[in-house]
């Protein structure tokens, strides 16, 4: 069954579209991330503009964002004050974001910016993540405790000034740090179309020393928060958020979560950070192929303007 | 069945009059002149109906016609660039504007165009896709290209693949020597405007009428009423699209709740 969708100017198959939003919600549910690295491709690929699937995408993660947030707050696996303060540097990084998208979008090097900052970060992340987790797995096998670091540890980032003590997740840390992992993120989810989950959620636990009880939970509202915001940023400045193609996408994403979510949960937290890690690093190895190999057409045809 | 067609649309062009002042006259009609993208669309085929009428005699004796129907879409100024490999990577290095371009682009014909009339005659007259003109912004100059410009091919290639631009001599059919029809395929992602129908009439290689005809691609119902939202309301939309979002999350916790 065919939907035209009215911002991005083209029919779709709604069952097609749906099924991307179950897959890709059913990822995000078992990692507790939010799937926009996997979902602003998936989009591009079928012919949905690099600046209509960016912008759009940034609702459906903010809508299952949302869920993930409330179950995380019943079980009150989530700080929130935490989570304010990342915030403080993620919206003035989601505004720098909407606003280079914008420029380079003028500039006619939007997707050569998107693709190489996929290329980047997944391939760099994923990367991390795996060789950590294998080294988790392996201490596993052995018998040893799979963490490594010990919470009590400090690095320099624990010397800065402006320290702020967050009581739901037991950190006393400067806010420098956390505002500018907030900005970071905020940044690169509004360039790239991500939440930036699988990104935060390291970020956090090795920066900052966040507990693992709430660490998802604080990443998953200050994703929706960015996400909501990006939303609205990308409608207001950009006019390319496509509000049935967004539609479709979260009812397939939050259902997907749930199902995710129960799968998620019965695996050991060092595999399940293996499989994401692989996942992230080979979506990093498809977009630097893309690249790297000659494509069909040399030529390709941007739309300036409407006379 | 046809040749009532035929009958209504020549009683109609009686009926309407005027017409250029020539050995014959031309009426066309179009099976319908508005568009309407509704959620449901996936590309649509018009057809377009016309009738040769002689005026005089010498007219009268004459058999063989060739008709050119273009049809222009709503004007569009695009970029066509090219990726050349730099330090290992495709990046766009080079790019043409092509200015005030026709968005589609059909050129129908009966046979195809090169036997219709001679190449200075089809030059002048703007008929195939060799022909048209499609100026491109060089430095601060405006002007087509030779044919085989290699940014004018590809961008001509990749609208062909896109269904935006189209050349057929054998899309014109006459159904009775004086009595023809057309089909206009639109894509799905057609563009939205207003669009003109050109039909030219030749006979012995020589123009012997023309008329026109005009067609319109709007949004309709929901489509264009989100379509306006997003574009004039454009904080307003995020807003909702951003409630709408939570309230599919809110939903789905609320649906799913595990105890």
């Known amino acids: 069954m065919q939907i035209y969708l009215p911002i ?23 990692f507790g991330i939010g799937g926009g690295f996997l979902m602003t491709p998936l989009l591009i690929f079928i012919g949905v503009s690099p600046a209509v699937s960016v912008a759009s995408v940034a609702s459906h993660i903010a809508a299952s964002s949302f869920t993930g947030a409330i179950s995380y707050w019943n079980r009150r696996a989530l700080d929130l004050a935490l989570a304010l303060m990342l915030l403080a540097g993620g919206i003035i990084g989601t505004a720098t974001g909407v606003w280079l998208f914008t420029l380079l979008r003028a500039l006619d090097q939007l997707d050569l910016v998107i693709g190489l900052s996929y290329v980047t970060l997944l391939t760099v992340v994923g990367a991390l993540m795996t060789y950590e987790s294998v080294r988790a797995v392996l201490r596993a096998r052995h018998g040893l405790p799979a963490t490594i670091r010990r919470p009590g540890s400090h690095t320099w980032l624990h010397g800065l000034p402006l320290k702020v003590r967050f009581k739901r997740s037991k950190i006393y840390v400067s806010a420098i740090p956390v505002w500018t992992i907030g900005f970071i993120i905020g940044f690169v989810g509004a360039i790239m179309g991500i939440g930036g989950g699988f990104l935060l959620v390291p970020m956090l636990i090795y920066f900052l020393r966040v507990p693992t009880v709430t660490v998802i939970g ?38 997907g979560a749930q199902f995710g979510a129960r799968t998620g949960q019965k695996m050991r937290g060092e595999w399940l950070r293996l499989l994401l890690g692989l996942l992230v690093f080979a979506v990093g190895l498809r977009f630097a192929y893309e690249l790297m190999v000659q494509p069909d057409d040399l030529y390709s045809i941007r739309y300036v303007r409407a006379e | 069945m046809m040749r009532a067609i035929a009958f209504m649309l020549f009683l109609a062009m009686l009926a309407c009059g005027g017409g250029p002042a020539a050995a014959e006259r031309l009426v066309v009609s179009l099976s319908k002149q508005q568009v309407a993208i509704s959620s449901n669309f996936v590309g649509d085929e018009l057809v377009l109906f016309g009738t040769i009428e002689p005026d005089d005699r010498a007219a009268a004796a004459r058999s063989a016609y060739d008709l050119v129907i273009t049809v222009t879409g709503p004007r569009q100024t695009l970029r066509t660039r090219r990726k050349q490999r730099v330090v290992g990577i495709w990046v766009n290095v080079d790019s043409r504007e092509f200015v005030r ?26 008929i195939g896709l060799g022909n048209f003109l499609l100026p491109q912004r060089i430095g601060s100059d405006i002007a087509d290209t030779v044919n085989d410009d290699p940014f004018r091919r590809a961008f001509v290639h990749l609208q062909i693949q896109h269904g935006l631009y189209r050349e057929s001599g054998s899309a014109v059919i006459f159904l009775t020597p004086a009595v023809f029809r057309a089909a206009i395929p639109l894509p799905a992602d057609v563009p939205l405007g207003n669009y003109a129908i050109d039909v030219k009439l030749f006979a012995d290689g020589k123009l012997a009428a023309r ?49």
Request: charged share 10%; no cysteine; hydrophobic share 55%.
């Open chain 1, 8 to 30: 991005a100017d083209m029919p779709v198959n709604i069952f097609l579209v749906l099924g991307m939003g179950l897959a890709v919600g059913y990822i995000s549910g078992m």
């Open chain 1, 218 to 255: 604080t990443s998953m509202v200050l994703t929706l928060i960015t996400m909501a915001s990006a939303t609205v940023m990308h409608a207001a400045t950009n006019h390319l958020v496509d509000a049935v193609l967004a539609l479709i996408l979260m009812i397939g994403g939050v259902v």
């Open chain 2, 101 to 126: 371009v026709p968005s589609y682009l059909a050129i129908l014909s009966s046979r195809p165009v090169a036997e219709i009339a001679q190449p200075d005659i089809l030059r002048q007259l703007q």
């Open chain 2, 211 to 259: 008329t026109n005809s005009t067609l319109e691609v709007t949004k309709a119902g929901f489509e264009q009423y989100v379509a306006d939202a997003a574009r004039d309301h454009g904080l307003v939309y995020g807003l909702a699209t951003m409630l709408m979002a939570l309230l599919t999350g809110w939903i789905a916790s609320v649906v799913f709740k595990r105890d």
